[in-house]
């Protein structure tokens, strides 16, 4: 089974628009974390931020917020005011307890900020 | 500090030959991810180590590869015969002990071609 779904494969928004791109995970541990990465044209990933299971505060750093919601088994990125270098492939990703470091990425999400 | 280093960075070979990619991890850092990255696949973990030693090489694809760490600073992933189904890009990611889990640090990546 996928353990994390990443269902919009590629988004085109115009410059200055809010975009929300959509994460769900699948995991049976009760202590896990999830985590999101933005993979620039470059193609290094960068570590975005990291969230464990018991922590359902949503979390806003300057243009970026995170809605995480445990009853929805969801992690969604929301971007407010987009800008062309926001242009990436964003990737979420999940941890579980039992399986100690091993991070599983989804497919990710290929985001156009056109300007 | 120098982040996480790979070569190179591209590699192109014909089927059958042996490719060898190198990674030089963060000082400091205990666990070593070697990933790869298809358009098909997405990012899959091929193995990780900590402290050197492997801990899940569940992702090798098959026999045909291999990965070794002999030193702290120092991992090589090989892959004997190459096969054109193996080309990707490789990435190699390190992070900290487990207070940090989930924060890798990636490499600009190995992007591998075999003819």
């Known amino acids: 089974a996928q353990k994390v779904t990443q269902a919009q494969t590629e988004i085109s928004v115009v410059e200055k628009e809010d975009v929300t791109l959509d994460c769900v995970y699948e995991?049976?541990?009760?202590?896990?974390?999830l985590f999101w990465y933005k993979q620039p044209p470059s193609g290094e990933l960068v570590f975005l931020i990291r969230?464990?299971?018991?922590?359902?505060q949503n979390e806003i750093s300057g243009r970026y917020s995170w809605n995480f919601q445990k009853s929805t088994s969801s992690f969604n990125f929301t971007i407010t005011a987009s800008q062309v270098v926001d242009s990436a492939v964003y990737f979420c990703?999940?941890?579980?307890?039992?399986?100690?470091?091993?991070?599983?990425f989804g497919k990710g999400t290929r985001l156009h900020i056109l300007p | 500090d120098a982040g996480v280093i790979q070569s190179p960075r591209h590699e192109v070979t014909e089927m059958g030959q042996e490719v060898t990619l190198r990674c030089k991890p963060i000082?400091?850092?205990?666990?070593l991810f070697w990933y790869r990255q298809t358009m098909m696949r997405g990012l899959e973990l091929l193995i990780y180590f900590n402290n050197n030693v492997p801990i899940d090489d569940s992702g090798m694809p098959e026999d045909r590869f291999s990965a070794k760490m002999p030193n702290a600073s120092f991992s090589t992933l090989k892959i004997q015969p190459s096969e054109p189904r193996d080309s990707a890009v490789y990435f190699c990611?390190?992070?900290?002990?487990?207070?940090?889990?989930?924060?890798?640090?990636f490499g600009e990546g190995s992007r591998l071609t075999v003819l």
């Open positions: 000082s400091g850092h205990d666990y």
């Open positions: 990703a999940l941890s579980e307890e039992h399986r100690d470091d091993k991070i599983i």
């Open positions: 990611a390190s992070s900290l002990a487990p207070e940090n889990t989930g924060e890798l640090f």
């Open positions: 969230r464990n299971s018991f922590d359902e």
């Open positions: 995991t049976r541990d009760t202590t896990y974390y």
